[in-house]
């Protein structure tokens, strides 16, 4: 399977500061990175599509100023919360495309904990 | 957006009780796809499922496909606390970026 190595595993930053989230596709390159959300046991939700060279697709209710992602290669997209506050706590998890078929599976990164002080 | 179902929400049982876990939808998949979740890990893929009426064994874990493929379910035989975890069910909404919709999860907890 594809191995996705994301960055840091868990954060801590105060209020207002920036916290940049790194995802590598190790073995693969990924044309394609979708970035979720997940609350508190609560399911995954798609906040944004990248893809490599161009600008990323956010889904509706998310901020794009907010949330900056960067897909500058085919080997990293990073997600860089912006201006953080509390309620952006949560655990960050990215998703590369592999495959071209519909039910290809997806592989994801080990998440990224944040938590706004 | 096609819209998963998932049920029950949440689940505590006790180690060597079966359970089954259901995920509906208005809207016909080509496939469906289940994940497992341990806290602070991503999800990992358990199955894919293709064919109405498909039923695919892994070990005590049986998941079926609907026959019109509207929706799926996994059965867990006496389970044990290594089950414990979120259960997601995913399918693809579509697109030329073929992204994937989840279910909102079953969280389930065995006791021992």
């Known amino acids: 399977g594809a191995v996705v190595s994301q960055h840091p595993s868990w954060v801590i930053c105060k209020s207002g500061t920036s916290v940049k989230i790194e995802c590598r596709s190790l073995?693969?390159?990924?044309?394609?990175m979708f970035w979720y959300r997940q609350f508190p046991k609560q399911s995954l939700m798609l906040m944004a599509t990248?893809?490599?060279?161009?600008?990323?697709?956010?889904e509706q209710g998310v901020e794009k100023d907010k949330f900056l992602i960067n897909h500058a290669s085919l080997t990293l997209s990073t997600l860089t919360v912006t201006s953080a506050h509390p309620e952006d706590s949560s655990f960050y998890i990215c998703?590369?495309?592999?495959?071209?078929?519909?039910?290809?599976?997806?592989?994801f990164g080990q998440g990224t904990r944040l938590t706004v002080v | 957006t096609q819209l998963l179902e998932q049920s029950p929400q949440f689940l505590s049982i006790q180690e060597g009780e079966n359970l089954t876990v259901y995920c509906n939808s208005s809207?016909?998949?080509?496939?469906l796809q289940w994940y497992r979740q341990e806290p602070g890990e991503g999800p990992v893929l358990l199955v894919t499922?293709?064919?109405?009426?498909e039923v695919k064994k892994l070990k005590r874990l049986t998941f079926q496909f609907g026959d019109a493929r509207k929706d799926s379910s996994l059965h867990i035989t006496a389970a044990q606390p290594g089950d414990t975890g979120l259960y997601l069910c995913?399918?693809?909404?579509?697109?030329?970026?073929?992204?994937?919709?989840f279910g909102k999860g079953t969280l389930l907890t065995v006791n021992p």
């Open positions: 073995d693969f390159q990924a044309t394609t």
């Open positions: 990248s893809n490599e060279g161009s600008k990323a697709t956010y």
């Open positions: 809207s016909v998949f080509s496939s």
């Open positions: 499922v293709v064919t109405g009426g």
């Open positions: 995913a399918a693809n909404s579509g697109g030329s970026n073929y992204k994937l919709t």
């Open positions: 998703s590369p495309k592999t495959g071209w078929r519909m039910n290809t599976e997806a592989f």
